[in-house]
């Protein structure tokens, strides 16, 4: 019986298979060269093949202009549906009210048909037989009826009882923190501009009282200018501390990094010159940036002068160097002295807005150097070794 189904199904496979080879010569399928494949060629087709193949073109063209008509439906409803960016906020939420309404009137109604069609089997499976065959169908049927009550219950459940209250605590407690880091940097800038403009006026009260109580005094001249010193330097601080504070206006450009360096070390000249500072250049031309000239050009003054003022302490042999790199995306100018350095537990405080080791600094110069920086998406950082010198980077992106 085995060998007769087998010998079948070798004499259908043969008879099919010259029944294909005889359809393809009909409509060309076999000649490479053919442009209009399926296109059977009339004069080569019989009269009932002909018959057969007008029918075949009337129904694709019926069912191609179905496809035509159901597309343009669907590109006219989607014209006229409001968009969801269009919405307002109330339209939004009863849009969304109206979804969820039918996502559970469409479980309640697959429930009641799973409860009537497993009712019904229930009752045929009664009447049949003892075996209860039904509880396999209503297993299964149950499973997908759980995932269809998860899919519209159950995401909703776990949302509102597990996953926001976790992103609610998680922000509350990252809103807290910021608040408590903000709330102790603005007390320590605070606490810093009250010593910085206490102390002068201070002196220049005292220095007042002093004139007050003796008019006639020889020392009052001295006395004055003194106090007019002490009042120029609340003054110097109030207005660094104003600028550091004021949203300034960028005039972005293409330039030249070599460029602005360059401006930089023209403006410093003659306090590099008295300094007796030997600068060294290590470049010859420089990339292009996007930044504003002035502005860039007073970051490498700030580092270029407090540079200079660590090399007071060196005897001899004082130099800067410079160097631009101009690697991958980003283009680097780096500034070393071999001066005193920078000791390490006031290193990560240079850029705190009032931190200064200079006796008539304002400690502002590089604060204000990194927020200049920063509105360029650039980074400056600052290495440093006691008794070997301090090394400024400020690295700038390129232009695409």
């Not at 201070?202 to 001295?222: I, R």
């Not at 601080?237 to 206006?249: G, N, T, V, W, Y």
Request: net charge positive.
């Amino acid at each position: 019986m085995t060998f007769l189904g087998f010998v079948v199904a070798i004499v259908l496979f043969c008879y099919y298979r010259n029944r294909l080879r005889h359809y393809r010569r009909w409509y060309d399928l076999e000649d490479p060269a053919n442009t209009t494949a399926c296109r059977p060629v009339r004069a080569r087709i019989p009269e009932w093949h002909r018959e057969w193949h007008e029918k075949f073109d009337k129904k694709r063209h019926r069912r191609e202009v179905r496809e035509a008509r159901r597309a343009r439906r669907r590109a006219d409803k989607q014209a006229a549906a409001p968009q969801p960016e269009n919405l307002s906020e109330e339209e939004q939420v009863l849009r969304r009210a109206k979804k969820r309404a039918a996502a559970e009137v469409g479980f309640y109604a697959h429930l009641m048909s799973y409860l009537g069609v497993i009712a019904f089997l229930a009752l045929i499976n009664l009447l049949t037989t003892r075996y209860p065959w039904f509880i396999w169908p209503a297993l299964g049927w149950g499973i997908g009826l759980f995932a269809h009550y998860m899919a519209v219950f159950g995401s909703r459940m776990l949302r509102e009882h597990y996953f926001e209250p976790a992103v609610e605590r998680e922000v509350r407690h990252n809103t807290m923190v910021m608040q408590t880091e903000k709330q102790a940097s603005i007390d320590e800038l605070s606490s810093t501009i009250a010593h910085e403009i206490r102390n002068p006026i201070a002196a220049a009260k005292s220095l007042v009282q002093q004139m007050g109580e003796d008019p006639t005094s020889v020392e009052n001249v001295e006395y004055a200018q003194v106090a007019l010193d002490e009042l120029d330097r609340v003054e110097k601080r109030i207005s660094h501390l104003l600028r550091f504070a004021k949203e300034e206006d960028y005039q972005f450009d293409n330039v030249n990094l070599a460029s602005v360096l360059d401006s930089a070390l023209t403006q410093m000249r003659a306090k590099l010159d008295t300094a007796k500072v030997r600068v060294s250049r290590n470049y010859i031309g420089g990339p292009i940036v996007v930044a504003d000239p002035e502005k860039l050009r007073q970051v490498f003054s700030n580092v270029l002068d407090n540079a200079i003022d660590a090399l007071q302490g060196v005897a001899e042999e004082r130099h800067i160097d410079l160097f631009i790199e101009n690697g991958g995306k980003r283009a680097t100018v780096r500034l070393r002295d071999n001066g005193a350095g920078i000791p390490p537990e006031k290193i990560d405080r240079i850029f705190n807005p009032f931190f200064t080791t200079k006796e008539k600094g304002t400690g502002l110069g590089m604060a204000i150097s990194r927020k200049i920086v920063e509105a360029h998406q650039g980074t400056i950082d600052v290495s440093s070794e006691t008794g070997r010198g301090t090394e400024f980077a400020v690295s700038l992106p390129r232009p695409e």
